[in-house]
């Protein structure tokens, strides 16, 4: 049987880069991955499954004997975590002008202006010599592709998709008997996440109609959130975990002050939630229909988070479902199978 060849280039696996993997895996490729063993920000460890081979980065001590492992793999397409390893960059120009195979780059990056200018300016030199193709995201980041010099016809749509067969198996009917009064929030515990700012809102909302402020993650700014009578704090946990967790929430909150992307609302999408959400977030876009399925607040507004959260709450429980069911019709729009068929039409 014949199948494709993959080397993918990463830092930190995470879950929801495994289950595209698996999706690879399934339509017949055979997947090498290189990833970041060294000064990790998760505990977590991709399993061991058949069809995939994993090397460990700090194990190449320069850009030829990557490329050495490179010409044994023969690969057929090959996928890299952005322009953020000079390793990786390196590697991937040879790769180009050498082998001529395409490299992908994947982008959460949103347009920003500033710094992003030299990018600009240096992408006929850099980017556009290491990669084929940039895989986006989502919409705010196609403009950053175009700004870089990639054509349409490079630039390839959604390079991340949720676990949707695990968040959608929580039953949103299920709410209906006792709708759970617990906001959630998921991820680092970290300065660009606005969590203090969340507490200063949360905190003055004077009727805060018994609901919980629930906070998942791990980071430096955990001693920061603790002494909340009403605020529940939760470690770092599996998915399977965090699934029993957002089937017994009622809405999920994002207030970062910076962020590219945000996996993690798709994921409360899946999982019927109404999602409260900074405007900074690049998902947005994708999972967040203002008063149909959530609300957006600007990054950092105290006022206009505890606005947010105050509507929220004045939802009726049949409102809240409404807004839950919106919200999964939204998060099924991305999958791990789209994922995985996007970049594989490089190589038809």
């Known amino acids: 049987m014949d199948y494709y060849t993959i080397l993918i280039l990463y830092t930190e696996l995470m879950p929801y880069n495994v289950i595209v993997i698996r999706e690879l895996i399934r339509r017949g490729c055979r997947v090498h991955v290189v990833l970041q063993d060294t000064n990790k920000k998760t505990p977590y460890l991709p399993p061991l499954l058949d069809g995939i081979t994993y090397y460990n980065r700090s194990t190449f001590r320069d850009p030829d004997h990557l490329y050495r492992l490179v010409k044994k793999l023969n690969p057929d397409l090959v996928w890299t975590a952005g322009w953020i390893d000079p390793l990786y960059n390196e590697v991937a120009g040879m790769i180009r002008k050498k082998l001529h195979l395409p490299v992908v780059a994947s982008s959460d990056t949103q347009w920003r202006g500033g710094k992003q200018w030299l990018n ?56 209906e008997k006792d709708y759970p009064k617990r906001l959630l929030y998921v991820g680092r515990f970290s300065s660009e996440k606005g969590l203090v700012g969340l507490l200063q809102a949360w905190r003055s909302v004077l009727d805060r109609k018994g609901w919980q402020l629930t906070l998942v993650g791990s980071g430096p700014e955990r001693e920061k959130l603790a002494g909340y009578s009403d605020v529940e704090i939760l470690d770092f946990m599996d998915q399977q975990d965090l699934l029993k967790v957002m089937e017994c929430s009622g809405a999920f909150i994002l207030p970062s002050v910076f962020e590219q992307w945000s996996l993690v609302l798709q994921e409360a999408a899946c999982a019927g939630l109404p999602l409260l959400a900074s405007k900074c977030s690049g998902a947005v876009a994708s999972f967040v229909r203002e008063e149909e399925n959530g609300y957006l607040f600007m990054p950092g507004n105290i006022r206009s988070i505890r606005c947010s959260i105050e509507k929220l709450l004045m939802q009726p429980e049949a409102g809240l479902l409404q807004m839950g069911r919106i919200s999964r019709k939204l998060g099924l729009q991305i999958t791990p199978e789209r994922v995985a068929e996007t970049l594989l039409t490089v190589l038809k």
């Open 120 to 175: 600009v300016l240096t992408a006929g030199f850099r980017q556009r010599r290491w990669f084929s193709h940039i895989f986006v995201a989502g919409e705010w980041q196609v403009k950053y592709a175009c700004k870089l010099g990639f054509h349409s016809d490079q630039i390839l749509m959604h390079n991340l998709s949720a676990d949707v067969d695990l968040f959608s198996q929580i039953n949103i009917n299920n709410r």
